[in-house]
């Protein structure tokens, strides 16, 4: 659950789970990334290579990740399931 912190910059509250601030829009310098969400990036990786990522609103790695394991799958079945395998890892990382 997302908890209440100051803002670094104006004072505002800030929910743990937000980018920036409502009030000031500094950006918040880190995310709360609970296992649930890892889960529901790797569930969402498995059905769709970068769905993951996605979620985490990464959408260049999300493509990068989308196009690498669609030709992985074209040239052979086993290097498209080692990709995948490494996109639903990648989308289980906390976010940087």
């Known amino acids: ?16 789970r937000a980018w920036f601030c409502p ?27 970068g769905g993951g990522h996605v979620y985490k609103k990464q959408f260049r790695q999300a493509f990068l990740w989308f196009c690498g394991v669609l030709l992985g799958y074209a040239l ?8 995948h395998g490494f996109c639903v890892l990648s989308a289980m990382k906390a976010p940087e």
């Open 1 to 16: 659950m997302a908890r209440l912190t100051k803002c670094s910059c104006c004072g505002g509250d800030v929910s743990s």
């Open 23 to 49: 009030s000031c829009g500094h950006p918040v310098s880190s995310l709360e990334w609970t296992d649930t969400d890892k889960a529901i990036a790797a569930v969402l990786t498995v059905i769709v290579p």
């Open 76 to 83: 052979l079945l086993v290097p498209g399931l080692v990709l």
